[in-house]
């Protein structure tokens, strides 16, 4: 039987390879939803390969330009949070890709979740804001949460068959991004183009800034508390350049399992689309006799104060990681417009968090006020 799914953010880094995904397994799944945001083109190319019964755009104009383009196709164009909600929440769906980027992803998430669709989560944004209450909201609605994060994956596919009960603790690698070496005053005079010249994976642009400032790291830990159930000392992190350990789990018994291979996000979102089962494939495969060398090293976190940042808001808890995910999207938006330097990102979102009115979040609407509040707070600071 054909797996219906739909996904949000189908003209980004993930949403194209998940289709990729799908062209390759053309008889296992049905397109039933797409949305983009910008990329108009993209989408309505993807539209007429894939035929899905709704596309979603966020921007009102575009949604209204590419309806015109589209004539008389039979898929519907949506605008705007209504649209993206509608096809998180299409009947016909058992499976949601959340791959927009940013926390916009949240309500759509949260509403398929309540309307008992499984969710292959690559948008990490998600679960940093609000991670509590999605992972609440899936355990009340029963449904599935699988990892796309390649790192979040890993840890997935090395706990299949096991207890959490069973875990001490996991080890999370970090390539160490473009910048692994860098000293602070190496960091103040970075650019735009050397930031986004990821060594190991080509990515979309906000989190190939986070890879760099080392955030991504930080939004990864918090994921990975609330993917796993884990403390904050269960969470280790060891940069790992190579990139081909997608990262471990240690278990009571002090045994590792590692996850490995090529560094190629196909493999995570594939795992995603067709879990439980595993599906053959014509990927790069590991050579081992070809690989010269695994190393580790610590994460440094007096320069890439990003990482510090992020693992101090989890442990502050309440409304801090809500408050440092605000920040530090903002900030990157205003780095990729080359509006401020690349050291701005950690020590405005680090002026962000000591200024934190808030303490508690209760739901979702808190959520959304305290985002809006840093937004506002972030945008006065650096515009005055
Ligand atoms: N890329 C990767 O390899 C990995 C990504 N991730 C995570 O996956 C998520 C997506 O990343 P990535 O694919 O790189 O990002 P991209 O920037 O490549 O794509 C983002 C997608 O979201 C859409 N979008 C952007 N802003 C909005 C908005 N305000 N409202 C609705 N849709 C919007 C874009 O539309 P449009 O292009 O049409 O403007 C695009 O479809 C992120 O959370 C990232 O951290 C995790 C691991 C690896
Ligand atoms: C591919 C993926 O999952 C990214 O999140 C990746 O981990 C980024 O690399 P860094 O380890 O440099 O953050
Ligand atoms: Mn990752």
Same mark, same amino acid.
């Given at each position: 039987m054909m797996k219906k799914i739909s996904i949000l953010g189908s003209t980004g880094s993930i949403g194209r390879q998940t289709l990729d995904v799908v062209r390759a397994n053309r008889e296992a799944f049905c397109i039933m939803g797409l949305s983009g945001n910008h990329n108009i083109d993209l989408l309505e190319a993807q539209i007429k390969e894939f035929q899905p019964k709704i596309a979603a755009v966020m921007d009102h104009e575009k949604a209204l330009e590419l309806s015109k383009r589209l004539g008389k196709c039979s898929t519907e164009v949506l605008a705007g949070m209504e649209g993206l909600i509608a096809i998180a929440t299409m009947e016909e769906i058992e499976l949601l890709m959340t791959a927009v980027v940013g926390m916009v992803g949240l309500l759509p998430t949260i509403k398929a979740i309540q309307s008992k669709k499984n969710i292959a989560l690559a948008n990490k944004e998600t679960l940093v804001t609000a991670g509590e209450i999605v992972m609440e909201e899936a355990r009340r609605n029963q449904v599935k949460i699988i990892p796309v994060d390649s790192e979040h994956s890993a840890i997935f596919q090395c706990l299949k068959g096991y207890n959490l009960k069973e875990v001490n603790r996991i080890i999370l690698t970090a390539s160490?991004?473009?910048?692994?070496?860098? #000293?602070r005053n190496q960091l103040e005079k970075v650019t735009l183009e050397e930031t986004l010249k990821h060594p190991k994976w080509n990515m979309g642009k906000k989190i190939s800034v986070d890879s760099a400032t080392l955030m991504n790291k930080g939004l990864e830990v918090i994921e990975a508390k609330w993917l796993f159930d884990l403390e904050q000392h269960q969470i280790e992190v060891v940069v790992h350049p #190579?990139?081909?350990?997608?990262s471990m789990v240690e278990f009571i018994d002090s045994s590792i399992l590692a996850q490995l291979g090529c560094p190629d996000m196909r493999v995570p979102i594939q795992f995603a689309l067709t879990y439980p089962n595993r599906v053959e494939n014509q990927l790069q495969r590991l050579n081992f006799s070809e690989l010269r060398e695994l190393t580790f090293e610590k994460p440094d976190m007096e320069n890439f104060t990003c990482l510090k940042l992020a693992i101090e808001a989890m442990n502050q808890g309440g409304s801090y990681p809500t408050v440092l995910n605000a920040a530090n999207e903002v900030l990157v938006d205003r780095f990729l417009q080359r509006k401020i330097g690349f050291m701005d990102i950690p020590n405005e979102i680090e002026s962000v968090l000591e200024n934190n009115p808030f303490k508690k979040v209760e739901d979702i609407n808190e959520i959304i006020v305290i985002d809006q509040w840093t937004r506002d707070f972030v945008n006065n600071r650096i515009s005055s």
């Amino acid at each position: 039987m054909m797996k219906k799914i739909s996904i949000l953010g189908s003209t980004g880094s993930i949403g194209r390879q998940t289709l990729d995904v799908v062209r390759a397994n053309r008889e296992a799944f049905c397109i039933m939803g797409l949305s983009g945001n910008h990329n108009i083109d993209l989408l309505e190319a993807q539209i007429k390969e894939f035929q899905p019964k709704i596309a979603a755009v966020m921007d009102h104009e575009k949604a209204l330009e590419l309806s015109k383009r589209l004539g008389k196709c039979s898929t519907e164009v949506l605008a705007g949070m209504e649209g993206l909600i509608a096809i998180a929440t299409m009947e016909e769906i058992e499976l949601l890709m959340t791959a927009v980027v940013g926390m916009v992803g949240l309500l759509p998430t949260i509403k398929a979740i309540q309307s008992k669709k499984n969710i292959a989560l690559a948008n990490k944004e998600t679960l940093v804001t609000a991670g509590e209450i999605v992972m609440e909201e899936a355990r009340r609605n029963q449904v599935k949460i699988i990892p796309v994060d390649s790192e979040h994956s890993a840890i997935f596919q090395c706990l299949k068959g096991y207890n959490l009960k069973e875990v001490n603790r996991i080890i999370l690698t970090a390539s160490g991004g473009p910048f692994r070496g860098f #000293q602070r005053n190496q960091l103040e005079k970075v650019t735009l183009e050397e930031t986004l010249k990821h060594p190991k994976w080509n990515m979309g642009k906000k989190i190939s800034v986070d890879s760099a400032t080392l955030m991504n790291k930080g939004l990864e830990v918090i994921e990975a508390k609330w993917l796993f159930d884990l403390e904050q000392h269960q969470i280790e992190v060891v940069v790992h350049p #190579q990139s081909i350990i997608h990262s471990m789990v240690e278990f009571i018994d002090s045994s590792i399992l590692a996850q490995l291979g090529c560094p190629d996000m196909r493999v995570p979102i594939q795992f995603a689309l067709t879990y439980p089962n595993r599906v053959e494939n014509q990927l790069q495969r590991l050579n081992f006799s070809e690989l010269r060398e695994l190393t580790f090293e610590k994460p440094d976190m007096e320069n890439f104060t990003c990482l510090k940042l992020a693992i101090e808001a989890m442990n502050q808890g309440g409304s801090y990681p809500t408050v440092l995910n605000a920040a530090n999207e903002v900030l990157v938006d205003r780095f990729l417009q080359r509006k401020i330097g690349f050291m701005d990102i950690p020590n405005e979102i680090e002026s962000v968090l000591e200024n934190n009115p808030f303490k508690k979040v209760e739901d979702i609407n808190e959520i959304i006020v305290i985002d809006q509040w840093t937004r506002d707070f972030v945008n006065n600071r650096i515009s005055s």
